[in-house]
């Protein structure tokens, strides 16, 4: 189970469930999670894009 709190413009969280072969997306932060990950949106939708590294993000963090 993974926790996505997203920072900024467009603010939000979700967990991200991989079970079975199967994803589940649910708004918030549901259980425990075993990894958390806190981005910018921008940023985040950028890395997405492929139009940010994610190492330059992490070190201007």
Do not use: C, P, R
């Amino acid at each position: 189970m993974y926790h996505f709190t997203f920072t900024g413009s467009e603010s939000h969280q979700a967990t991200v469930t991989i079970q079975n072969k199967t994803v589940q997306v649910a708004e918030g932060h549901i259980g425990k999670a075993n990894l958390s990950v806190t981005a910018d949106s921008q940023t985040w939708l950028g890395f997405l894009a492929k139009e940010h590294n994610i190492v330059w993000a992490l070190v201007a963090f």
